[in-house]
């Protein structure tokens, strides 16, 4: 805002009758100021001239002061010690009876335009001081027998605005609508009773605004649409009583806005849709009282947001819709209270999110649609309640996702939905209460999914639909039952677990699957040719694939799903083979053919004995082999008939004496001529011996089943 100042000579100032709401004392001149918008707009107001010696005289006297409808320049409390020859510290008791619509400008805008000679006495040139302060106001005692001090509308021009260590009584102090310009305002070390303070509609310049170390008592404190410029805005170890501060639609520049150990009462503390620029926002080691804190629809600008250590008391905390730029956020060690912490939808940039050390109570945590950019998001070592904690339909950008040794009460969490982009995602050491921890239909990026030495609860854990790349449970802990159908990763890794009740792999669409080292006290759901465990279940050594198989096979003859249980007993027989293979080949490389021989007989014949139908196969194959063998002339001789010149028996008759030797029945009509055929003979006794036996054992096996 632009203004000029032009004295009228000769002109009085009276005020119509009637014409204001507010007392308005008539003046012996007037000075007309021309205001001029960003928007070129021009507006010209009278105001009565009041030289600030006559203010002086007032103030020594104790007399009511008005100035409501004034314009003055210069006015300086420490001009009026230096004359009076008070020491600066002194309170002086003003009796302020309005300072509505006031005009408070510098001595140098006004000399500017009508000379030195103009201005009474030259007292500025007699006590140094300086040109620049529009009013000075420090170490002033306005308590005005605890009515209203009124500076509502009041312009304040470019100068320094001076209330620093100044005391308001406990009547509401009003500078709603006040404008004021480029100066530092200073309100450090004011100290306010328990009357509204209120700088509704506020405009200040690009000067400093500074409340720091201002106390502020139980009454509303309304900065409700202020507008602030691109000076820093500093509220440092301010402290307000137990009514409402709101800052609600305040708009504010570039500059720093600074809370820093503020403290703040029991009222609620309100940022509603308020609009930050790109300066840091910092809260840090700030204590709110049990009000609610209110920062949704709040829009940050890409400087640093800081509410490390802060302190909130047991109202709700909502950050709800808020959206922040690409500046740190930072609310590491922070300590919420019972209430409900609400960042749903809420939106943050590219700058690191962090809640390292942060601390939870036992109200509900809702970062539901929240969208995170690329920066790290960071929940190390934080501590959640009891109540549920919300991220489904969250967004993670490409960045690192920690929620390293973080703890979780027995609310249920939700990560239901969410989506995660290509940084790694840590959950090791995480400990979760006994609710419900829901990962269903979570999009995890191309980053490790890591679930390192984590404890759930006895809660169900869902992570069905989920997608991923590699998703890793290791050293586990699971009380509950564990949902991990129809999910789809390359890998997924359950390694050294625990499963105490049941887990379902149901439905699951992975190339990779591990189960090394995973101890299984309950029930494991997944079918053996519908979920391609074979081609899928993988390890580093053939030991370990073993024990995986073995206990799958348990695990299916547990839950009745014997055919399964069949096919997992054979892939642990086979990679048994193959285990011990591989070390014969490091050492006893002449026990190999006696391996291969145990591999033909246990595995290709019957898959050890689990089979049959293979058995029986193998049965008449051997069968008919040894039944070939029967016409070879001279090989068989027949009671009553000449063998010498090579006896061959006839189809009906080679078929008999196989079988009879198979089954070994023997009836001794037929014998075999030859060393030979005594030898296949004896041979094809033993073959079906041991076949049968082998059919009767996987015949009963299946029948008994």
């Not at 890591?450 to 802990?477: A, K, P, Q, S, Y």
């Amino acid at each position: 805002m632009k203004y000029e100042v032009q004295l009228l000579k000769g002109v009085t100032f009276e005020v119509e009758s009637g014409k204001y709401s507010y007392k308005v004392l008539p003046r012996e001149s007037t000075v007309l100021v021309k205001t001029i918008d960003d928007r070129g707009r021009a507006t010209e107001t009278k105001y009565g001239f009041v030289d600030r010696e006559e203010i002086y005289s007032l103030i020594e006297t104790q007399q009511k002061i008005n100035l409501n409808q004034c314009y003055m320049a210069g006015f300086s409390i420490k001009e009026y010690k230096a004359k009076m020859n008070l020491i600066n510290e002194l309170k002086v008791l003003i009796d302020l009876d309005g300072g509505i619509d006031t005009f408070f400008d510098t001595v140098y805008s006004f000399e500017r335009a009508h000379g030195r000679e103009l201005f009474s006495k030259k007292l500025i040139s007699n006590y140094n001081e300086d040109e620049s302060i529009t009013a000075d106001f420090s170490y002033v005692c306005l308590e005005n027998d605890n009515s209203e001090v009124n500076f509502s509308n009041a312009q304040f021009g470019d100068g320094e605005v001076n209330f620093s260590n100044a005391q308001f009584g406990d009547g509401n102090v009003d500078f709603s609508d006040a404008q004021f310009g480029d100066g530092g305002v200073n309100f450090s070390n004011a100290q306010f009773g328990d009357g509204e303070v209120n700088f509704y509609n506020a405009q200040f310049g690009d000067g400093g605004v500074n409340f720091s170390d201002a106390q502020l008592g139980d009454g509303e404190v309304n900065f409700y649409n202020a507008q602030f410029g691109d000076g820093n805005v500093d509220f440092s170890d301010a402290q307000f009583g137990d009514g409402g501060v709101n800052f609600s639609n305040a708009q504010f520049g570039d500059g720093e806005v600074n809370f820093s150990n503020a403290q703040f009462g029991d009222g609620g503390v309100n940022f509603y849709n308020a609009q930050l620029g790109d300066g840091e926002v910092n809260f840090s080691n700030a204590q709110f009282g049990d009000g609610e804190v209110d920062f949704s629809n709040a829009q940050f600008g890409d400087g640093e947001v800081n509410f490390y250590n802060a302190q909130f008391g047991d109202g709700e905390v909502n950050f709800s819709n808020a959206q922040i730029g690409d500046g740190e956020v930072d609310f590491s060690n922070a300590q919420f209270g019972g209430g409900e912490v609400n960042f749903s939808n809420a939106q943050f940039g590219d700058g690191k999110v962090n809640f390292l050390e942060a601390q939870f109570g036992d109200g509900k945590v809702n970062f539901s649609n929240a969208q995170f950019g690329d920066g790290e998001v960071d929940f190390s070592n934080a501590q959640f309640g009891d109540g549920n904690v919300n991220f489904s339909d969250a967004q993670f950008g490409d960045g690192n996702v920690y929620f390293f040794i973080a703890q979780f009460g027995d609310g249920n969490v939700y990560f239901s939905d969410a989506q995660f982009g290509d940084g790694e995602v840590n959950f090791s050491n995480a400990q979760f209460g006994d609710g419900k921890v829901v990962f269903t239909r979570t999009q995890f990026g191309d980053g490790e999914v890591d679930f390192h030495h984590v404890r759930f609860g006895e809660g169900d854990v869902g992570f069905t639909r989920i997608l991923g790349e590699t998703v890793i449970f290791n050293d586990c802990c699971f009380r509950g039952h564990v949902n991990l159908e129809n999910a789809k990763c390359k890998n997924l890794i359950i390694k050294n677990c625990l499963i105490e009740k049941t887990l379902s792999l149901k439905g699951m669409e992975v190339l990779t699957l591990s189960l090394q080292d995973t101890k299984n006290l309950g029930q494991i759901f997944v079918k053996w040719k519908e979920d391609k465990i074979e081609e899928r279940l993988k390890s580093d050594t053939s030991q370990n694939l073993t024990d995986q198989f073995v206990m799958l096979k348990e695990n299916f003859h547990t839950i009745g799903r014997y055919e399964d249980e069949d096919m997992a007993y054979v892939k642990y027989k086979r990679c048994e083979w193959k285990s011990k293979y591989d070390e014969l080949c490091n050492g006893k490389v002449y026990w190999i053919p006696m391996h291969y021989i145990k591999k033909l007989a246990f595995d290709t014949i019957s898959e050890y004995a689990t089979n049959y139908k293979r058995v029986a196969f193998c049965m008449i194959i051997l069968w008919a082999v040894f039944t070939i063998f029967c016409f070879i002339p001279g090989q068989l001789c027949k009671s009553g008939v000449d063998y010498s010149v090579g006896y061959i028996p006839e189809i009906r008759e080679g078929i008999s004496y196989s079988i009879a030797t198979f089954l070994t029945i023997g009836y001794g009509n037929i014998t075999p001529s030859t060393s030979f055929a005594v030898f296949l003979s004896g041979l094809e006794g033993f073959s079906g011996v041991f076949l049968i036996a082998y059919f009767t054992v996987a015949f009963a096996r299946k029948a008994l089943r």
